[in-house]
């Protein structure tokens, strides 16, 4: 009977020390991702500060833009217009004193399904690197040399699409011309345009891919506390004498997970699809 008791505590210390293992582990998991989760709040100044290699090259797009906002009533609205009467537009526009030069970044006004064109002429050693901007909310499109070289259609209007926009450029420019067109359903959207930088093709996919690397651990680690969670709830664990709470925290994580891994699929097929041209 002694010996009994005395088995049966032996295994309530041992499922006890087991238990406070495991929450250690999940205490540690919970601190790294906030360690990650902050980490990946700087990244970007990190990038930026990203030392170049030999054969790479980035110059800033940014001076002599000139801009105009031309009103949705010339226009069909959602959608752009051709290229061909957005320039006519625009040439109209310009004779009227209604476009003016700006730098980038830039931040105008303009009202829904407004169309604002961003004109510039491009060097020759720009030809065969790669142009990225930032947009939100808006259809774009960039036309060099009145060839459409980049489209990326907005989302459907009741969503947001903050837009990291990729545009090779051709090896070949005739004149260098080029035009940023966007129009959006809401007001002032197409009239905000980040910085222009130009590219070497590898710098890009690199800055791509060390921007995603804080993701994918933060990814892994939310993926490694929902297992933590879920055994948790599994054996009964009751947090603050809520017992529901480990399933709930676990079921969160996994969602988190999923949304953390579709952004990484799109960023790894961003990164082959580069690799492969």
Not at 154 to 183: A, T
Not at 202 to 214: A, F, M, W
């Amino acid at each position: 009977m002694l010996r009994c008791k005395k088995q049966v505590q032996e295994e309530k210390g041992r499922d006890g020390k087991h238990m406070k293992n495991l929450r250690r582990l999940a205490g540690i998991t919970v601190s790294l991702i906030v360690v990650f989760m902050v980490i990946a709040l700087f990244r970007y100044q990190a990038d930026e500060e990203m030392a170049l290699l030999p054969d790479q090259i980035e110059y800033l797009f940014n001076e002599d833009w000139e801009v105009a906002v031309l009103d949705a009533a010339q226009t069909s609205g959602p959608e752009l217009e051709s290229h061909e009467k957005i320039k006519a537009l625009f040439a109209d526009a310009q004779k009227a004193g209604k476009s003016r030069k700006t730098g980038l970044p830039y931040a105008g006004t303009s009202g829904a399904f407004d169309t604002v064109v961003f004109y510039n002429t491009m060097v020759g050693n720009y030809a065969g690197l790669t142009m990225d901007f930032d947009c939100s909310d808006a259809v774009v499109r960039v036309v060099l040399d009145d060839e459409v070289i980049y489209e990326h259609r907005h989302l459907e209007e009741d969503e947001s699409d903050h837009n990291k926009n990729y545009v090779d450029i051709p090896n070949i420019m005739e004149e260098g011309r080029i035009w940023i067109e966007m129009v959006s359903p809401y007001p002032d959207a197409a009239a905000v345009l980040g910085e222009v930088k130009i590219e070497s093709r590898d710098r890009v996919v690199i800055g791509v891919v060390g921007s995603s690397i804080t993701d994918i651990g933060c990814c892994l680690l939310i993926l490694i506390m929902a297992i933590v969670l879920f055994v948790l709830a599994g054996i009964g664990v009751i947090i603050v004498n809520i017992s529901q709470l480990p399933a709930a925290l676990a079921l969160i994580s996994v969602i988190s997970f999923s949304i953390s891994y579709d952004g990484k699929n799109s960023a790894n097929n961003f990164v082959e699809n580069e690799l492969t041209v």
